[in-house]
């Protein structure tokens, strides 16, 4: 079991990494699709690249758990313990870098959304491995994934305007038609 545990974690890397990337550049390859605009990057903004993790992420846990789900009591909290902490990765060392340097080359913009991937699934491993958590509520671990990425559909489309749903090349929030 624990083989296989690291195995499906390790696919879920590389498929969270492949993935993000792809949904980096497919808003504009699709010509700016509204169907694709919830789930890709519409904008360079830290929140749009926040997505590029979670969807696939979560994609990937709805796979993992056909398979290996049942094996692990804490398979949801951790799920959602582990996409979180990814997710809120991305800005917290985007704006601590940012803050540092004063500046993000690209090349580091890749190298914070890599290691929050490996850093969210690594935390969920260990989570599993140890077999310590108690999930009381497998449903409620769904229901939070769930409002998260409701959350951000509609801020794709209905943005605030705060930093962090800004593009910091262009000034604009979220989906502009």
């Known amino acids: 079991m624990k083989k296989l545990l690291k195995g499906w974690q390790i696919g879920g890397f590389i498929f969270t990494v492949v993935a993000g990337v792809i949904l980096h550049f497919l808003f504009d390859w699709t010509n700016k699709s509204v169907i694709v605009a919830p789930f890709s990057a519409v904008n360079e903004s830290i929140w749009e690249h926040m997505k590029l993790l979670f969807f696939p992420m979560l994609v990937f846990a709805f796979v993992e758990s056909g398979y290996i789900g049942k094996d692990y009591e804490s398979f949801w909290c951790t799920k959602l313990i582990g996409i979180v902490l990814g997710t809120v990765l991305i800005p917290v060392l985007y704006y601590t870098i940012n803050g540092v340097l004063g500046t993000t080359p690209d090349w580091v913009n890749i190298a914070i959304f890599v290691v929050s991937v490996a850093i969210g699934y690594l935390a969920e491993t260990l989570i599993l491995k140890k077999g310590n ?45």
């Open 133 to 177: 958590l108690s999930c009381k509520s497998p449903a409620g671990a769904i229901a939070v994934l769930i409002a998260v990425a409701i959350l951000f559909v509609v801020f794709t489309f209905a943005t605030p305007q705060i930093p962090i749903f800004q593009d910091p090349i262009t000034g604009t929030y979220g989906y502009q038609a």
